[in-house]
């Protein structure tokens, strides 16, 4: 049996060494346009950042490792230009000879990766992008250049942030340039605000809602008309499929522009299969086709193929899209859908906030977290979740991702059996913590009312009632809120007016206190969720809820 394979990296070489394990026969071949078939390409922005500082380390593998202890035959500069499926052959260019071949296949996998989407208007030999190897050091190379002092990074994502942090590492002045009214769409406004402040913190400027119009030398000009410095300008606008030979070929083609594959990752034709980023995904939420770029599921999908292939099939499950971030002292994660996909799509959610500290309070160094959650009200499931903070974030969105892909409901959160100590957490962890709010909030015992609804609800008469101390509402307060601390809210219940009442604290705590004792008392009483902390994030953020 001969299996060849397009693309090397994460989803090719995974898939070639498990087959290779289970079928030491299989003759396997890898077509790789570039110079590298295997490097870490989640650490290029730290060696541009002189973070990593030695290149090697980032070069996982060469021909020479997968020969001598796989017996793969990886041929890099070689560039599988079509493919014919009838007659299961490939043609190949190989780029350092410039000769054409033709090779034949038992099975083939695509894992051609993205190609980067390049406006016309960055076209300029000062716009780079950051994928490969060859990326990072013409990257590298320019910021050791004496003359190199600003830097623009068009794209607020993954990589243009991970791009601005690391060139700011370095001192460099770093704008980022973001189309939409938000950075890091990922996350909900309220949600991304700690990001934001932390790169404003760090001396990188952010403009949003404004794209990027020309290149002059070395400026650039911008869509409102102004204009910025750019030494060295790194696209980070995103990625498209590339499936265009896959395309020419005859196989289907999703919506998204991915190659769309069954749950064994099988093509529209039965001996062509597909991995990475090249191939759409099921969304565990919504099942539906979806993209998701990421090393983690690129690598257990490749996995998957070989062992199809040497005929130990498992359906692949759906995916979360789970991801994390750091940026300098702040990192942001995500699983599953955000708030504003699940409002664009109609779909019913309830929400929930919380800002538990990391570990326990009384330990040094406890920070506050930020926990959103978005619950289906009709079965409790978790339908996605975000956790910001500067420590236990990642612990966090795990387990909350271990929960969505078991199914357990959000109110069952409660009852996980954590790992606790004073360092690491306290004895309610945040996850519990997130579960009793929503056990409170499924059940109707504490209503809510979001960030983002306060102003309409206000408008038609509702009063706002704070109940932090007096000098917690001396510092900062929502417009025509009245203050009575939650210690005295027995003793002043006359002073509240008649009709709704939204209560709120910092984080919620004590409005969730406030709203069951004026419940009790005959007042209709909602629970500002997440409290002053959460409504202050979402109004100060560019983005908006939609």
């Avoid at 998957?304 to 995916?319: F, L, R």
Wanted: proline content about 5%.
């Amino acid at each position: 049996m001969k299996t060849l394979i397009i693309g090397g990296v994460a989803g090719g070489m995974a898939a070639a060494t498990r087959l290779r394990r289970l079928d030491e026969l299989a003759e396997i071949v890898v077509f790789e346009a570039g110079p590298y078939v295997s490097f870490a390409n989640c650490g290029l922005p730290y060696f541009v950042g002189d973070v990593i500082t030695d290149r090697d380390a980032l070069i996982s593998h060469s021909p020479e490792s997968f020969s001598n202890r796989f017996q793969i035959d990886v041929k890099l500069h070689h560039e599988v230009t079509a493919i014919d499926p009838a007659a299961k052959t490939v043609t190949v260019h190989n780029h350092e000879a410039g000769t054409d071949s033709v090779d034949n296949y038992d099975t083939l996998i695509i894992a051609a990766g993205a190609t980067a989407n390049l406006p016309a208007a960055l076209e300029s030999p000062r716009t780079h992008t950051l994928r490969t190897i060859d990326d990072m050091d013409r990257i590298h190379a320019i910021l050791g250049d004496p003359g190199t002092e600003s830097v623009v990074v068009v794209g607020g994502g993954f990589i243009g942030l991970e791009a601005a942090e690391n060139i700011r590492h370095r001192g460099f002045a770093t704008t980022i340039i973001q189309r939409g009214p938000q950075l890091f769409p990922l996350l909900d406004p309220e949600m991304v605000a700690p990001l934001v402040a932390e790169l404003a913190e760090h001396g990188v400027t952010i403009r949003t809602g404004t794209q990027v119009r020309g290149i002059d030398g070395d400026t650039v000009t911008l869509s409102d008309g102004s204009t910025i410095r750019a030494d060295l300008i790194i696209d980070s606008t995103g990625v498209t499929p590339s499936a265009s030979i896959a395309a020419a070929a005859g196989l289907r083609i999703g919506e998204t522009g991915g190659i769309r594959v069954d749950a064994r990752h099988r093509t529209s034709d039965p001996f062509v299969y597909a991995v990475g980023d090249v191939a759409e995904k099921t969304d565990l939420v919504s099942d539906t086709a979806t993209l998701v770029a990421l090393a983690g599921l690129a690598n257990r999908h490749g996995r998957a193929v070989g062992d199809v292939i040497a005929g130990t099939p498992e359906d692949t499950v759906p995916s979360l899209g789970t991801s994390i971030i750091g940026v300098f002292g702040v990192t942001a994660a995500s699983t599953g859908w955000n708030e504003s996909r699940l409002r664009a799509s109609g779909r019913a959610h309830r929400i929930i906030h919380v800002h538990p500290a990391s570990h326990a309070t009384y330990y040094p160094g406890a920070s506050p977290l930020a926990i959103k959650l978005l619950v289906d009200p009709a079965t409790d499931l978790i339908l996605g979740a975000q956790v910001v903070g500067r420590e236990g974030v990642d612990k966090r969105i795990d387990v909350l991702a271990v929960a969505m892909s078991a199914g357990i409901a959000a109110s069952q959160l409660k009852n996980l059996e954590l790992a606790y100590a004073p360092q690491y957490a306290s004895a309610k962890d945040p996850i519990n913590i997130a579960g009793y709010v929503a056990e409170n909030t499924a059940s109707g015992l504490v209503p809510t009312v979001q960030w983002h609804e306060v102003d309409a609800v206000a408008d038609a008469g509702t009063t706002i009632l704070d109940v932090r101390t007096a000098a917690e509402f001396q510092r900062g307060q929502i417009p025509g809120a009245i203050n009575i601390p939650l210690d005295e809210i027995r003793d002043r219940v006359s002073e509240i007016p008649a009709g709704p009442v939204i209560v709120h604290c910092q984080v919620g705590q004590r409005g969730n206190t406030a709203t069951r004792i004026l419940t009790q008392t005959g007042h209709t009483v909602t629970n500002l969720d997440g409290g002053y902390l959460t409504w202050l994030a979402g109004t100060t953020t560019t983005g908006r809820i939609r």
